[in-house]
């Protein structure tokens, strides 16, 4: 990772991470169970890339990155919702997450449902905070909830994890549909958040039609090829390092790693990336660090 890269995200991931913990205080409102569920899973060491991604976007388009710091937050209260609901024994069936016990087998099941439940109502709550805050236009505003709930909802990751699921145990005649059901599973599991996230901080700085289309291009780009690094890291990566057992191939997961092999999978995220640059043409030097993340999509080992 590049040194300006690295320093980046321990500034904005410690910026996120004290909205965050402000956020999940104790309130006297909500039982303490729910908050402690939520906050076990929220904080159990993920990466923030989420979030760093949309503070990038506002940067980006010339706004702070501060601006959009609540929004950030949101995006990591909803991606953090679906890890405790993919881990649950009806979907994924996973004992680790980050290295720890997942939520339900802290917290059981019932009470994990309603910890990701929690997350993702919260998530809506901050962003709307976050506009108002910074006295957005109404437009921009409801842009702002519309961009976030159609990237978390059946039309993003709710629609991919459909299809991921449907996808499993897919008998052999059905090879000529497994590429094309597999660039959907990925741009929707994975990369319909990061690009809505992405999207959502450029809303928030107020960006241009055309600055929004080049960063949704983007966002698509850097999403695929983040997902299509992790099938490769559930196959080939240190479980150590990743904090999970790498469940894919035991679930039998349609991956591109499984369909099309290791060293192809890494040539397609290596030429998504390449896009993403491309994309990013119209910002010049201050897309810098989102040119430095798409590599990084990439370049990790967890």
Known sequence: MK???????????????????????RRAEQPETIRKAMSYSLFAGGKRLRPVLAMAAAECC??????????????EMIHTYSLIHDDLPAMDDD??????????????????????DGLLT?????????????????KSALDLVRVIAKGAGTQGMVGGQVADLEAENWPARCARRLGPALEYIHLHKTGALITAGIEAGAIVAQ?????????????????????????????????????KKGSDRQNHKLTYASLYGVSAARKKARALVAQAHKHLA????QAAILRDLADYAIERDK
Not at 219 to 242: M, W, Y
């Open 122 to 138: 919260y998530a809506f709550e901050t962003a709307a905070d976050n506009a108002a805050e910074e006295k957005l236009p109404a």
């Open 62 to 75: 010339g706004s702070k990155a501060s601006s959009a710091l609540k929004t950030a937050a949101a995006l």
């Open 282 to 285: 119209i910002f010049g030097p």
């Open 95 to 116: 004992d680790l997450r980050r290295g720890k016990p997942t939520n339900h087998k802290v917290f059981g099941e019932a009470i994990a449902v309603l910890a990701g």
């Open 207 to 243: 960006a241009t039609p055309a600055q929004r289309k080049a960063l949704r291009a983007y966002g698509r780009a850097v999403g695929l090829a983040f997902q299509i690094t992790d099938d490769i890291l559930d196959v080939v990566g240190d479980k150590k390092k990743l904090g």
């Open 3 to 25: 040194p300006q890269l690295a320093r980046y995200l321990k500034t904005r991931g410690a910026q996120v991470e004290r909205t965050l913990e402000s956020l999940l205080r």
